[in-house]
């Protein structure tokens, strides 16, 4: 990696789930960090045992753009803002600023100081409900919520951007992406559930919903991946593990590590905003040398022991 870090990497968001993990790995690469999150404190439970070899700016991106010298960095990895679906259907114009706005106000720094190269992590949510599986980064993109919306209308400025102004561009597509640190969402909702009540477990729908479940580690790897290997004019990649699981099936790989037999109640309905089926092709990220490692049962094993750490 050290051809694309030498002068530094700046992590929006890098205090969240997905950002800290990639803060570790660049950290552990021996890449000089820089953590943009108003969330990044030395007390930070993602951040505590990094803190003192990163550099932190405890401020929203917007603030810290008025004195920030972007230039002098290498690569850009823009994981800040809303992170979730729900939150945004609730309230779209939070989901408005903290993604779309913030992320123009960005790609306008960069637009001065185009040297960066700028991944910007995008969602899955840009497809709405697919029209077909699996789903290609070529497909037609149709978000059903305001998180989409905004993610979408990112993607679309940061292309924009590398073919008018030279901005070193690409976007990934994250779909599902599960791990350590993640305190919400389903992987980690079924995996508190069952520990609260393990005589049974009520899911979403009626469990034949199916997901990508990226796990983090993954995630990260495909995040590198794009930064040392993409050629930056704009393009989009789909960020997956390339093989799709049902909720039912989450469930009962849970109960399996856990050693439950609870009885599984459906609801029949699902949330606002969310597509049923995701499948997904990962071919064009593949081509970049990207390879998903991690299983679902060893991915949900590594949440089993943080927690029991944790909690």
Known sequence: MSHWYKQGVLVTGGAGFIGSHLVERLNAAGARVTVLDHHATPEHPN????????????MTVEAALETLDIGRFDTIFHLGGNPYVPPSVDDPVMDYEKNLHTTFKLLERLRAHPTPRFVYASSAAVYGNPTRLP??????TLPISPYGVSKLASERYADVYSQLYGVRSSSARMFSVYGPRQRKQVIFDVMTKLIATPDQIEIFGDGTQERDFCHVDDAVSALLTIAACAPGKGEVYNVASGVSHSIKHVVETWCKILNLHPRLNSTGQVRAGEPDKWTVDISALKKLGFVPHMSLEEGLRQIKDWYDAQF
């Open 47 to 58: 951040l505590a045992p990094i803190h003192q070899h990163v550099t932190m700016i405890p």
């Open 135 to 140: 789903i290609r980064e070529d497909d037609p």
